[in-house]
C-alpha cells in the first residue's frame, strides 16, 4: 500500500484527467471519414480489431462497426474467430504478425506497419538466439510484445494477463524459465510465483517513465483514490499500487472498486474503455517526469498514436498496408501461440 507524505506539491493537481460527463469530440471531417470506413467495412467484410491505447477515435469506430477493442489475446481471439475476411488490426506490428499467423488465410492489415514497440526493438532474433542457446536448459517464455522471429523461437508466449498464472504451471512442473523482454513484468511474475526465472533486460518507454513520488505527491491531493498499476512499471510503482494488472484487469478494477478517483500508471489511450466502465469516477493519468524534469512517452505510445482514421482508411486499399510473415517463421512461431491460446479459454 502507498505511503502519504505531508507536503502537497505545487504542480501534483494538475494531470491528465477524465471524469464524469467526459466525451470526445468528433469533428466534421472524422465524421466523413468514420462514415466512409463503415462502408469499405461492408464491402470488404472486414473488422477492426483495436487495441486500448490507440485513439478513442479509433476505438469507438471499431465499437460502432462491429469489431473489437481489446487486449492482446483477446484481439488475437476475435481475430482468429472472427468471420469477416480482412483484419484491421490498429495497433503495434506484433498485433498484426500474431494476427496474421493464427489465421494466414484472412488478409490482415495495418494502418501503419511502422507502428512499432520499444520490447520489440529491444529484442532482436539474433541477439535473443544466442542467448537461449546459452540457457538451453531453461523454457523459454516471452511476452507478447515480440516479433515473430522472437515467437518462432520460444516455447511459450504469453500476455500480461496470463503471465503468473503459465509461470506458476510451468514452475510446478520443474521447470527453470528465460523470460523475455520485459524486465519488470518478468520480476514482477518471478516476485509472485518464486519461480526460476533468468530475465531479459527489456523495458517500455511509457510505463518506464512512471515515478513514484509522482504519484505519491498526487495521492496527497487526491486522498481518496485508488493506484491502479500495469505490471510493466517500475518495481517501486508496482509496490504503491492498490492493483496490479493488465488492461482488461485495470479496466475491471476500476468497475469493481468504490473509489471516486484512480491514478492509473498505463498509456491514457485506456481511459477511453476505463470511463464507459465507470462513469461516475474520476480517472488521472498518473505522472511520467519528476520536478523540471521530461519524460519521453508523457503516457502515450508514440507508436500507438500513429493509428489514425485517416490511416486507416488508408490501409484498406494499400496493399503495402499488409501484414506479410515468412511461411516458416510463421509455422514455428504458431507454436507457442497456441500454447497462449489455449492456456485459458
Not at 124 to 153: M, W
Amino acid at each position: 500500500m502507498h505511503e502519504r507524505s505531508n507536503d502537497v506539491p505545487i504542480n501534483a493537481a494538475s494531470p491528465v484527467r477524465w471524469g464524469q460527463g467526459s466525451t470526445m469530440r468528433q469533428t466534421n471531417a472524422d465524421s466523413a471519414l468514420e462514415d466512409e470506413i463503415k462502408a469499405r467495412l461492408i464491402t470488404q467484410n472486414a473488422a477492426i480489431i483495436a487495441h486500448y491505447y490507440t485513439d478513442p477515435s479509433i476505438q469507438r469506430l471499431a465499437e460502432q462497426s462491429g469489431g473489437i477493442v481489446a487486449d492482446s489475446l483477446e484481439m488475437a481471439r476475435f481475430g482468429k474467430n472472427s468471420d469477416a475476411q480482412t483484419l484491421i488490426v490498429a495497433g503495434v506490428a506484433f498485433m498484426g504478425e500474431t494476427a496474421k499467423i493464427l489465421t494466414p488465410e484472412k488478409r490482415v492489415v495495418m494502418p501503419s506497419l511502422d507502428a512499432t514497440c520499444s520490447l520489440d526493438l529491444g529484442c532482436q532474433i539474433d541477439e535473443f538466439s544466442a542467448f537461449c542457446d546459452s540457457h538451453s536448459d531453461r523454457t523459454v517464455v516471452v511476452y507478447a510484445n515480440t516479433s515473430a522471429a522472437v515467437k518462432a523461437r520460444a516455447d511459450w508466449v504469453v500476455t500480461s494477463s496470463i503471465a503468473v498464472e503459465v509461470i506458476e504451471y510451468l514452475d510446478s512442473q520443474g521447470e527453470k524459465i528465460l523470460w523475455a523482454p520485459d524486465k519488470y513484468l518478468g520480476g514482477y511474475v518471478q516476485e509472485k510465483t518464486g519461480a526460476d526465472m533468468l530475465l531479459w533486460d527489456g523495458s517500455c518507454i511509457v510505463h518506464e517513465e512512471f515515478k513514484v513520488q509522482g504519484i505519491l505527491d498526487l495521492l496527497q491531493v487526491y486522498p481518496e483514490a485508488a493506484v491502479l498499476v500495469h505490471p510493466e512499471s517500475p518495481k517501486g510503482v508496482v509496490a504503491i499500487a492498490d492493483v496490479v494488472g493488465s488492461t482488461s484487469q485495470l479496466i475491471s478494477a476500476a468497475r469493481r472498486l468504490p473509489n471516486p478517483q484512480f491514478i492509473v500508471a498505463t498509456d491514457q489511450g485506456i481511459f477511453y474503455k476505463m470511463q464507459q466502465s465507470a462513469p461516475s469516477k474520476t480517472l488521472l493519468s498518473a505522472p511520467t517526469a519528476g520536478h523540471g524534469a521530461t519524460c519521453r512517452s508523457c503516457a502515450n505510445c508514440p507508436w500507438m498514436a500513429m493509428n489514425t482514421l485517416q490511416a486507416l482508411l488508408d490501409c484498406m486499399s494499400e496493399t503495402h498496408s499488409d501484414v506479410v510473415v515468412e511461411p516458416a517463421v510463421a509455422q514455428k512461431a504458431l507454436v507457442a501461440l497456441d500454447r497462449m491460446m489455449h492456456f485459458r479459454q
